[in-house]
């Protein structure tokens, strides 16, 4: 069973950056549509970003411009790089994967994704 490890987060200030990594093992990366999703307390788990296996992207209307999801295939992993973060970016962030859906991938439904990683926490504040 795939399992999903993200690392990188910390606590920034506002306008820093932090780049994020979903790692896995014993899975190649590459066969999954990957999800990056962000939940703060109190509320409903969000959509952030997601890259297909023909590596096209999609964000979430928040983060456009800030927000770079990547892969990187010699290292298996799939990267979220984030510049200037807000507070409101503060959430604990999790990686998704989804296999069997070659050039597709959801950043709004958090119900695509079979495997989760535990999470990231990312804290924006001064």
């Known amino acids: 069973q795939l399992q999903l490890v993200e690392s990188g987060g910390g606590l920034v200030q506002p306008g820093g950056s932090l780049r994020l990594s979903c790692a896995a093992s014993?899975?190649?990366?590459?066969?999954?549509?990957i999800g990056w999703f962000r939940q703060a307390p109190g509320k409903e788990r969000e959509g952030v970003s997601c890259?297909?296996?023909?590596?096209?992207?999609h964000y979430a209307d928040s983060v456009k411009g800030r927000f770079t999801i990547s892969r990187d295939a010699a290292k298996n992993t799939v990267s979220l790089q984030m510049n200037s973060l807000k507070p409101e970016d503060t959430a604990i962030y999790y990686c998704?994967?989804?296999?069997?859906?070659?050039?597709?991938?959801?950043?709004?439904?958090?119900?695509?994704?079979?495997?989760w990683g535990q999470g990231a926490q990312v804290t924006v504040s001064s």
């Open positions: 998704a994967a989804r296999s069997g859906f070659p050039g597709y991938c959801s950043a709004d439904a958090p119900a695509f994704y079979e495997y």
């Open positions: 014993r899975f190649t990366l590459d066969d999954y549509s």
């Open positions: 890259i297909s296996t023909s590596d096209s992207t």
